[in-house]
């Protein structure tokens, strides 16, 4: 069975970082678009950062770029999203989540591409 377990959220000030962790178990950690989304009460998921675990390609969401980053550890199958310079507007329940497999080139944010979702991690800043 598929798993997928965040941690690393919490509450900082803006202009403060935070690295969130997504540690994947029950399949091969190969070749499998895979990163985070995020969620703000009251509003649409959306795609925050993705990497493409075979060959480390990365998509980021315009808003984040240049604050985030996106890389994997493919030994202890997990992706983190270091977050810096935090703002007011990145407060939202942050996921993981995992495509079946393949890359997602051109399309790396279409929730519905993603089959394997983590709980959920709450990031709060505040101003």
């Known amino acids: 069975q598929v798993q997928l377990v965040e941690s690393g959220g919490g509450s900082v000030q803006a202009g403060g970082s935070l690295r969130l962790s997504c540690i994947a178990s029950?399949?091969?950690?190969?070749?499998?678009?895979m990163g985070w989304f995020r969620q703000a009460l009251g509003k649409e998921r959306e795609g925050v950062a993705i990497i493409y675990t075979g060959y480390g390609i990365t998509y980021y969401a315009d808003s984040v770029k240049g604050r985030f980053t996106i890389s994997q550890d493919n030994a202890k199958n997990t992706v983190y999203l270091q977050m810096n310079n935090l703002e007011p507007e990145d407060t939202a329940m942050y996921y993981c989540?995992?495509?079946?497999?393949?890359?997602?080139?051109?399309?790396?944010?279409?929730?519905?591409?993603?089959?394997?979702w983590g709980q959920g991690t709450q990031v709060t800043v505040s101003s």
């Open positions: 989540a995992a495509n079946e497999g393949g890359n997602c080139y051109g399309r790396p944010f279409r929730v519905y591409d993603y089959t394997y």
């Open positions: 029950g399949y091969t950690y190969t070749q499998r678009c």
